[in-house]
């Protein structure tokens, strides 16, 4: 889940073809990759991705031709910036566990 709101700026280091696929890998000196792990999914520019690669301040993930042809990912070209939010799932646990549950009826 995502709140919508950006975290980060990051930039487009690559953008390498696998077969009609592309792998991106985007890098952000500001986003906090401390609690990234693979698997886990960044919303880049608004879309959901999942992480299959991972370093200090970069990860990649691997963009199918249909999420390419339907977002704006089509326009992206290595040294574009591209606005980061990691999944906020972790956030709403935490939220939900210290503020007190009202019952209403």
């Known amino acids: 889940m995502f709140t919508g709101i950006i975290e980060s700026v990051g930039t487009v280091k690559s953008m390498q073809p696998t077969g009609g696929d592309i792998r991106l890998t985007i890098e952000s000196n500001d986003l906090d990759f401390s609690d990234v792990k693979l698997g886990d999914s960044i919303a880049s520019n608004g879309i959901c991705l ?9 990860y990649s993930v691997d963009v199918s031709r249909e999420t390419i042809a339907r977002t704006a990912l089509e326009a992206l070209k290595a040294g574009h910036t591209v606005n980061l939010e990691k999944r906020c799932y972790q956030r709403l646990v935490l939220v939900a566990i210290l503020l007190p549950v009202t019952w209403m009826g």
């Open 50 to 58: 999942t992480v299959v690669e991972l370093g200090n301040n970069h």
